[in-house]
Structures are given as C-alpha cells and as structure tokens.
C-alpha cells in the first residue's frame, strides 16, 4: 500500500456482475478503502459488519444548490444520508451541484448560471457546512464534466467548485477533486491540484479516455503522484474508474501509480 497516501476504490465500478458484500470484501482483503454512490441501494447492516473502511459515498439523495425548493430537498436529504454516514463510519459526503439521474445526467439540467444562482449556492453550501457542523462529518462538492459525462450540470468545472468552497471556507466542506473530470473540462491538473490543495478533501481518479484505470490512457498519474507529494498532499486518493480488464490488475496498476 502507499505510504504517501490513503488509497480507496469505487465499489460500485468494479467486479460489477459480484455482489456488493462480495466487492467490498475482496477490496478490505487488498488494503483499499471502499467508495459507494447511493446508500438506499445497500444493506447497511452488511456494510456495517463487513469491517470496511468507508472512503466517500453520495451525501444526498435528491436536491440542488442554486434555487430555494432544491436547496430545502437537498438539505433535508444531506441530513439523513448524515446519520448513515455516521453509523457506517463514513469519511465524506459527496455533493454535486445538481442531483444525478439515469446516465450521470442532471436531473434539472442548467444551460447558463446566473450570478443569482452563485449567490444561492453559496448560501446552500454554507447550510451544509452549518449541517456538517452540527452532525460531526465532513462533505464534499465535486467537480464533473460537461463534455462527455455530464451535460447541463451546474458548476461542474473544478474552477466553480474551487470557487465555491473557497468562498464559503469552511472545514465541514472541502473538494472531491476529481481529475478525470477535470482532464476532460480543463487539463493542467498538476497546477489545478496545486490552487486547490488546501479545500481538498479527496482525490479521484480515472484515466482519460474510457474513464479506467491510471495507465489505460492519456493521464501521467505517476507524475501527478509525484507533484502530490512534493506539495504535501497526504490525503484519500480514490480510484472511480472500470476496469480495463481484470479489476485486480487495475487496482495493482492504480496502487502502483501512487506509490511514490
């Protein structure tokens, strides 16, 4: 395992025709951390016995940030996802700026943000860190992608999410920095890295294209691993990505790429 970093992987990506206890099991066996999406979807009891130590999962079930219904729904289910996040030892509570359905596509899709709905996320955000503060854990927002995931979702560029969490500034809420998204929107992910080191809660990765493993495609992950450490990250770096072909070997291929 990496002495630098704590190395987690999505459970939901891999193994996909094994069951969930089978996939958190066998990834605790390897020294992973486990990621997970949408509690509802699990038996809590299972993944509360299973002795895995939880990464980050989906911090809401429904809502969005930038109108008054949506923050109230997003609010109320961040609250409850709080107390499961709790009970299972849960790291992070991930949010994104509008709720995801069928796909990764935007359940209210948005063409254009105004600066009346940055004032209105901003505000929701710092609900949430009222919220995360009141409850004991930590959330996180996370950049997409516009391109090719995750059309029409609002403030799905890292600049917006950095822009976001560093304006409310605030321990309960921090970036999942996820640079796969980020290669695909932005690119220059050393120097992104670099501007938003001290809101990051999470690093995810995958490579680009095909969303798999480091060292399927165009990302030099052994060179950001390196500038990571330099830096002085020293926090979760968790792999949301398929596998190319054996989930093992990527998960081998992942370890090894951030192992400096």
């Given amino acids: 395992m990496s002495d630098t970093f704590t ?5 939901e ?6 069951p969930m206890e089978w996939r958190v099991k066998r990834l605790t066996e390897m020294g992973f951390q486990v990621g ?3 509690w509802p979807e699990h038996d809590l009891a299972m993944l509360e016995r299973s002795g895995a130590t939880f990464s980050i999962m989906n ?3 429904r809502g969005r940030l930038v109108d008054d219904e949506g923050a109230a729904e997003l609010l109320k289910t961040a609250k409850e996802t709080a107390a499961v996040g709790k009970r299972l030892g849960v790291a992070r509570l991930n949010l994104h700026g509008t709720g995801l359905g069928e796909g990764g596509l935007p359940v209210t899709p948005c063409e254009t943000v105004t600066g009346a709905m940055w004032l209105k996320a901003r505000d929701t955000l710092n609900r949430i860190a009222d919220l995360a503060e009141v409850e004991g854990v930590t959330f996180t927002l996370e950049n997409l992608n516009l391109p090719v995931d995750h059309p029409g979702v609002p403030f799905a560029r890292a600049e917006d999410t950095l822009a976001l969490v560093s ?7 921090r970036l999942n920095l996820d640079l796969y998204h980020a290669q695909i929107g932005e690119g220059n992910l050393i120097e992104l890295c670099r501007a938003c080191l001290p809101w990051i809660g999470e690093i995810q990765v995958a490579d680009v294209p095909g969303r798999m493993e480091p060292g399927s495609g165009e990302i030099n992950y052994r060179g950001i691993a390196r500038a ?6 020293r926090g979760s770096v968790g792999m949301e990505a398929f ?3 054996d989930p093992e070997a990527a998960l081998l291929a992942f370890r090894e790429a951030f192992t400096v």
């Fill in 59 to 61: 911090g809401y079930l």
């Fill in 228 to 233: 990571l450490k330099d830096m002085g990250y």
């Fill in 243 to 245: 596998a190319s072909g």
């Fill in 167 to 173: 304006s409310v500034n605030r321990p309960g809420l």
């Fill in 7 to 11: 190395l987690a992987a999505c459970a």
């Fill in 13 to 18: 990506m891999l193994w996909r025709d094994r």
């Fill in 36 to 38: 997970l999406w949408n």
